[in-house]
DNA sequence: AAGCATTTCAACCGCTTGTCT
DNA sequence: CAGACAAGCGGTTGAAATGCT
């Protein structure tokens, strides 16, 4: 015996909704409230919907403040930053985003974000993934907006090429905050973090790659079964997964603040296999104290990649 | 302009979780 | 404490929109 439905399903209407019983729904809550029970609701409200459609139509579509439209880059960041934190939890990630719902979140990353992120898949050897990069250098462009980069290995390391990127032009300011590189083959980004108070060269010290490969080669971030941590030993407990980031300066999967701080050589992350998970409360502290670095994600134009450079792993 | 392919996203399904009795 | 029930949630579906040839 199969679990007992949650409505009549032979008198209920199924498929869009209409113009007309989007009013009579929101007429209502707006009048009496859900009253705290969807599955009377329907009836009460003269509407021949299953509760669990009437909810679903209200808070993703009908509440006040919903937010339709495109996401702004900072909401990108978010998302991004904690998909790679708490993985697929979509209503917590919706609660950073005021005005966003999950179900929004989750289509919008399942059909755009996550597309741009699988670029890397193209061209970061899996070996790779979930590394730390380190002291790359390159040569000063006699112009910032149209010069060839050629970044160069720093003598004392042994360096290898792994794959040409190009960075677009209006990144490529002296005063630019962030430098962001794109991807040649996919035209997606690779973000480096400039400080403010050094100069290009000096600055481009360390990224990290943000994913790793799944069994049917598919990026993915720490979320559930993979995540990566950094302690000088080896060891990450769950606990203390984001208060050891906080102290690295980095947040888990992106390249960050290491740049500012000037930290040298965090190693190599992979091998990790402890999960980072971490509640509500947890999740609001660590992108209210900045941890992560908003500004230093994997995204940029993408039709700004006229420039192009080399970069090297060790 | 037509037909096909791909993308988008609203809505559904069913499992999990929380609450009440 | 256990069972019933409703809400919450994330994965999936499919119709409509859009893009491409």
């Given at each position: 015996m199969g679990r007992a439905p949650c409505c009549d399903k032979a008198n209920v209407k199924k498929g869009p909704w209409s113009p007309e019983e989007d009013a009579k729904l929101k007429d209502f809550i707006q009048k009496f409230g859900t009253g705290g029970n969807w599955i009377a609701l329907p009836q009460k409200a003269g509407l021949k919907r299953c509760g669990k459609s009437c909810r679903l139509r209200w808070l993703n579509y009908l509440r006040p403040n919903i937010k339709h439209g495109e996401f702004s880059d900072e909401e990108d960041r978010i998302i991004c930053t904690l998909y790679a934190s708490i993985g697929s939890r979509w209503s917590i990630i919706a609660a950073q985003l005021p005005g966003r719902t999950d179900n929004d979140i989750k289509n919008y990353w399942n059909t755009k974000l996550k597309k741009k992120l699988m670029a890397f898949n193209n061209i970061i050897p899996s070996s790779n993934q979930g590394k730390l990069i380190s002291q790359p250098q390159y040569s000063q462009p006699d112009n910032y907006t149209n010069s060839f980069y050629n970044f160069q290995a720093a003598a004392s390391k042994s360096l290898t090429p792994i794959d040409s990127i190009s960075a677009p032009q209006n990144y490529l300011s002296p005063n630019s905050e962030n430098f962001k590189f794109s991807l040649s083959t996919t035209q997606y980004s690779y973000n480096y973090q400039q400080s403010q108070d050094q100069g290009f060269v000096d600055n481009l010290q360390y990224c990290y790659y943000p994913g790793k490969l799944d069994n049917n080669n598919m990026l993915i971030f720490g979320g559930n079964d993979q995540a990566s941590c950094s302690s000088s030993d080896g060891s990450c407990s769950k606990d203390h997964v984001i208060k050891q980031e906080d102290q690295m300066g980095y947040f888990q999967g992106f390249s960050a603040n290491a740049f500012a701080d000037q930290k040298p050589n965090y190693g190599i992350l992979e091998n990790n296999n402890s999960q980072l998970e971490c509640d509500l409360e947890e999740v609001k502290g660590l992108i209210s104290s900045g941890i992560?670095?908003?500004?230093?994600?994997?995204?940029?134009?993408?039709?700004?990649?006229?420039?192009?450079?080399?970069y090297y792993y060790y």
């Open positions: 992560g670095n908003y500004n230093s994600l994997l995204f940029t134009d993408e039709n700004k990649t006229d420039e192009r450079g080399m």
